[in-house]
Structure formats: structure tokens, C-alpha cells
């Protein structure tokens, strides 16, 4: 039995066909249950849990062999926060995941995490990995990068809907996207191949592309020019802290513009790719599977 952990996230949605394919007998962890009745009608068993509820994960950990945590609060508010769920949550149910037995246990950080990082989520990721590593379980931790369905469609999918594309700063600085496809198949690796035991895997897609290139991206996909504004970095960084105490997920994607627009996030998965050999997806293909182009 492998328990998902975040089983309705992007990740999770992904990964459970991929398991079910082979006959895996799956167990999904999600705080909607409702929201999971398209999974529990494939055969999935749905349990009830929370990161931020210790007996909830004990009980959700109960008679699992494998455990995969791909839940997170990046964009929480209230106490659903990444301090209560990706720090505290993510070290209960490490803690529940080693007192139920549980064989190995696949946790999902962040490409660039690490103690000194800028933005406040890729610490705790960090922190989150460092916990497991001395945890004593088996286990493997995944690095991916920023997810195509995600960053890279905040950027281009207002070129579909209205013809606009608002550039978070300069927008000419390299970013490695990945799609949450591959990223599953990774996870399946991790969760089924002992080499990966012990092993960090980050994890990219096949290409480097500018905020700008993003955007031409779907420009060609859809076939028609956007009409491009910038927001300058200086105001960026303003408002990150302006927005800080009234709304620290907004301020924390401020700041994640701010780092993808300032660092150079260019990833080489070639090291990758010669453990895992897998055909990696480029963003075009994703744009034209997503939006029927």
C-alpha cells in the first residue's frame, strides 16, 4: 500500500494513474474527501487527513509500506500556512510514517532548496529534508523545478484569455520549468527503485526559457501577439513587503518573482538523465495539450 500525501495536488493527480496502471494498491490522503470521489470510483482508498492533525496522519499511515508527501501551503493563508503545514506537518508525519513501519518515504522539496535561500518556502523545504535524513527512515527526497502548470501558466495563460502579458521584472533571466507529467514518473521511480534509496533527485525539463520566451511560447501556440507590461523590481520589492503582514502568500509569490527574475534558475538535467533516462517534456507540448491548440 502506498499512502499519497497531497493525493488531489497537481502532483498527486498525476502519480495515482501511473500507480493503479500497475496494479499498486493506493491509498489517498486529502483534507477534501470530496473532492476525491473521481479517485475513489478508480479503486483508490480515500482517508481523511490533515498536516496540521498528528492522529489524523497516524491513522492515514496505518498499514502503508511507502509513503509519498507531495501536500503543500505555498499559497495557504490563516493556519494554513507553510510554517504549520510544510515545516510541522511535513515532521509529524515523518515521525507517524517511522512509528507505523512504514519501508520509505519520497518527500517533494524544491529545486534550489536550501538554509540560505531567499524565499522563505525553499528554507523550510530544506529544513523538511534535513529532518528526514535524520529520521532514520529510507527514503527519497525530489528536487523539481518550478512546475509548467503552474508558474509558467500564471505568465502565458493571460495571452490566451485576453491578449496580455504582465512581465514580473526584466523578464530575461533563464528559469527551468518541468512538467508535473514527468515529475510523476520520477516519483513512481523513487517509489519503486531501491537505487533511489538515500538518493536527492532534482529534477528539470529539457529547457531554460526566459519570462520573455514564455510568453512567445503561447503567443505562437495561439496564434496571435500579446500586448506586453512590465512591473518594475524596485515596486516588486515594495509591495512584497508592503503585502507581508496583510497577505503573506501574495507577498511570497512577490518574492518568488523576485528570485526568478534576479537568480539564474537554468538547470542542466543531463547527471539526471543518465540514472533516470526518461523523455522529458517541453513546454509547447504542454501549452498545446493544456489549452486544445
Wanted: with cysteine.
Amino acid at each position: 500500500m502506498i499512502l499519497i500525501v497531497g493525493a488531489t495536488s497537481k502532483l498527486g493527480r498525476a502519480l495515482i494513474p501511473l500507480l493503479l496502471a500497475e496494479g499498486v494498491p493506493v491509498r489517498a490522503m486529502t483534507r477534501a474527501p470530496e473532492k476525491a470521489e473521481d479517485l475513489r470510483n478508480a479503486g483508490v482508498e480515500i482517508v481523511a487527513g490533515d498536516l496540521r492533525d498528528p492522529a489524523s496522519l497516524a491513522k492515514a499511515c496505518a498499514g502503508a509500506e511507502k509513503v509519498l508527501a507531495a501536500a503543500h501551503a505555498f499559497l495557504g493563508r490563516g493556519n494554513n500556512i507553510p510554517e504549520k503545514v510544510d515545516w510541522a506537518g511535513n515532521r509529524h508525519l515523518i515521525d507517524a510514517a517511522k512509528a507505523a513501519g512504514v519501508k520509505h518515504f519520497v518527500f517533494t522539496s524544491a529545486l534550489g532548496a536550501g538554509a540560505d535561500h531567499p524565499v522563505d518556502f525553499f528554507r523550510i523545504k530544506y529544513q523538511v529534508e534535513e529532518y528526514l535524513r535524520n529520521s532514520g527512515l529510507s527514503y527519497t527526497i525530489l528536487r523539481p523545478a518550478p512546475f509548467m502548470e503552474m508558474w509558467a501558466e500564471l505568465i502565458g495563460k493571460p495571452v490566451v484569455t485576453g491578449g496580455k502579458a504582465t512581465i514580473f521584472g526584466r523578464g530575461k533571466t533563464p528559469v527551468n520549468f518541468v512538467s508535473v507529467e514527468d515529475l510523476a514518473r520520477f516519483a513512481k521511480i523513487a517509489l519503486e527503485d531501491p537505487t533511489a534509496s538515500g538518493q536527492i533527485i532534482s529534477i528539470g525539463g529539457p529547457e531554460n526559457l526566459t519570462v520573455e520566451q514564455v510568453v512567445e511560447i503561447f503567443e505562437r501556440v495561439c496564434g496571435r501577439r500579446a500586448k506586453k507590461s512590465h512591473v518594475p523590481l524596485p515596486l516588486m520589492r515594495v509591495m512584497r513587503l508592503l503585502t507581508r503582514p496583510l497577505n503573506p502568500a501574495l507577498s511570497r509569490q512577490i518574492a518568488m518573482g523576485i528570485f526568478m527574475d534576479t537568480a539564474d534558475q537554468a538547470f542542466d538535467m543531463s547527471d539526471t538523465l543518465k540514472r533516470y533516462p526518461l523523455e522529458l517534456t517541453r513546454l509547447e507540448e504542454v501549452v498545446r495539450r493544456r489549452y486544445g491548440i
